[in-house]
C-alpha cells in the first residue's frame, strides 16, 4: 500500500521559501533599499484588511460549492508557484526565465502526447483558455485568410468575439438536444465554401457538451477546413475518455487528427488562474510568428517560448507549478485522472438522484461532470422562478450549512429539444446548473441532492 497522505499548503511553504532565500543569499546577502522598506506593523494590518475582505466570496473550495467552474490549486501547485514566484522568472525567453523554459517544453510534450499529437508538435503555455484559441483562430485565419470560423451555437461566446478581434466572420451550427454541434447543418454551411476553420468544442462551458469530432473531421476535410478543438475545459477528460460513453470517448480519440487545440490547466488541471495551453499538430505554422531574431528557433533546440507565441511576458511559475504538479499527479487514468473521474461520478450519481426525484428533473445525461436540472413545473414563468428561488435560498444559511449552487438560462427551444412540454409564458427560463469539478464531492451528493430536493419541495408549493 502507498504512503499517501492530504498535501497542504503550511507543510509545504517553509521548505520552499527556505530554499530560495538560501540561493538568493548564496549570491552575496544585501539590504532591502529604504524605499522598499516598511513597517512590519504597517504591513500585517493590511494583510488583516486583505483576509477580512477575502471572506466576501463564496467558498469555492467547499465541496458545498456545487456552482460555477471555480476550485482552488492544488497545494502542490502552489509551493511550486510560490518557489518560482520569488524569483519571478519569464518565459518569453531563455534568458529571462531558463529552468522555467525547460520545464514548460516538459509539460508541453506531455500534454501533446496526452492528446496523441506527433513528437513534433508546436505549442505553449498562455495566460488563459482566451489567448490561446485566439492563438489558433488567428493562424487559421493566416492559412484561410477571408474564411469564417464555424463554431456551435453552445461554443464559448470567445470564439465571435475573437473573430470580431481577427476581423472574420463567424458562423453559428446548430446544436442537438444534448447541446452537440449538428453534422447536417455544418454540412449544409460547410458546402457554401465560405467555412475555412470549424472549432469544435469538447465539453461546452454551460452543460460540458461534446462535439462529434470524429465525424466533424472528415467533414470539414472534405471541404478543405481546418479543425481547432477547444477543449479549454474538457481536455483533461481525455485521461479517463475510456470511461465516458463510447461516443464521447471515440471523439476525444479524434483530437489527435485535429489542427489545433486549446486546454486550461487552470480549470480541471489543478493550477491557480493564468495558465491555459495552445498545441498546433504542424510545426510549419511557426512561419506565421514573425520576429528579427536571428536564429532559426523553430528547427534548433533554442527556441524561445516567445518566439512561438502572441503574448510577451509569460509567468514562468505557472510552468513551474504544472511540471510539479505533473510529476505528483501526471497525465494518466490513476494520476490526474482520477481528479476528474471522482468530479465524473458525482455527476452520474447525481442525474440518477434526479431523474428518481418528483420535484426535480434532470435537464439531459451529462457527458462530463455538469449536470443541470430544473424543478417539475409546467411553465417557462414557474421554472424560472423556482429555479431562481432555490438558487438564492441555499446559499442563506449558517455557513456550514451553506449551499452553493449556478443558474443557467435556456431558451425554449431548449427544453423543446430535449421533451420538456411547458407553457411558453417567457422568452427564457433559468434553471439551475451544477459543475462538480471537485472529486470530494463523489461523497457529497446524497448531501447536496437532499438540500436543493428540500428547498424545491418548499418553493413549489409557493410558487403554485
Ligand atoms: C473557459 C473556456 C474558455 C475561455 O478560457 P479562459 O481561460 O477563461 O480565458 C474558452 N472555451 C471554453 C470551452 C471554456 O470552457
Redesign the pocket.
Known sequence: MENKQEIRLADLADQVISAVDRMKDSYGVFAAHPSQQAEISKVRSVLEDLTNRLEDNSPYFHPHYAGQ?LKPPHPVAMAAYIATMMINPNNHSIDGGRATTMLEREVVKDLARMFGYPETHLGHL????????LEALWVSREINPDLAIAHSED??Y??TRMAEVLNIPAISIATDELGRMRLDDLAEKLATGKIGTVVA?????GLGAVDPLADIIPLARKYGARVHV?????GFFTLIADQLDEETARHYRAIAQSDSV?V?P??HGLQP?GC?AVLFNDVSIGRFYKHDSPYTYFASEDLHFGEIQLECSRAGASAAALWATLQVFPLTRDGLGAVLQGGRNAAVQWHKLLSESEVLAPLQVPELDIVAYLPRASKLSSVDAISHAVFEKSFQAPRDQQIHLATYVMKPQGFARRGFDLEQDRDTARIIRSVLMKPEQENWIPDLHSHVETLTKQLIKEYS
Open positions: 467552474m498562455t495566460w488563459s483558455g482566451t489567448t490561446a484559441n461554443s464559448h470567445t470564439h468544442t469538447l465539453g461546452t462551458t477547444d477543449t479549454a475545459y474538457g486549446v486550461d487552470h480549470k488562474y491555459g
